[in-house]
């Protein structure tokens, strides 16, 4: 009796698993964001910002509908934020950085660099990204350390 209990959880599990992957156009139109209680339709994402630089440097973090506004970290300190992945996995994040009378300005989350970078996606799981600001540039990894192992130079001040 139980081992049927078990047998019908699973149908019930693969069932709706299924569908939900051939229902990805449809329920497109539904948002389960909600980054408070971390409920997503995708992936959760939590993006890294750390500042190697034995200075104060400014972040200044921004997507479509979101702005982190200006935030000063200190050295080895960080900005972070998370976010659902959206269905079109279309989610945009850039940045002003300012270091002293250096500036610069990318894109810091998009589709591209997360599946080249970050941690390797898995349905629902939380993914991450990490930036190291340093003095002669902009890395991005998929961990917080051993720095440099793993990690790509993507900019320069
Ligand atoms: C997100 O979840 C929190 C906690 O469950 C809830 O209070 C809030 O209303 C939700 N926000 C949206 C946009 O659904
Ligand atoms: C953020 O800080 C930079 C550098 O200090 C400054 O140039 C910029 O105007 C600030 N932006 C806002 C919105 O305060």
């Known amino acids: 009796m139980k081992s049927l209990f078990f047998l019908f959880s699973y149908f019930l599990i693969a069932t709706s698993s299924s569908s939900l992957t051939n229902n990805q156009i449809a329920t497109s139109s539904i948002s389960l964001s909600n980054t408070t209680d971390k409920t997503c339709l995708f992936s959760y994402w939590t993006v890294y910002i750390y500042n190697g630089i034995n200075d104060p440097i400014t972040v200044h973090v921004q997507s479509g509908d979101d702005d982190l506004g200006n935030r000063t970290i200190a050295l080895n300190d960080n900005e972070n934020w998370g976010f659902c992945e959206g269905v079109t996995f279309k989610t945009l994040y850039y940045a002003h950085f300012y270091w002293n009378s250096k500036s610069a300005f990318f894109d810091v989350y998009n589709d591209d660099l997360s599946d080249k970078y970050c941690t390797k996606r898995k349905y629902r799981q939380q ?10 540039g902009f890395y991005l990894g998929s961990h917080r350390s051993p720095f440099p192992e793993g990690f790509t130079k993507l900019h320069d001040w």
């Open 127 to 136: 993914e991450r990204c990490f930036w190291i600001v340093r003095e002669d």
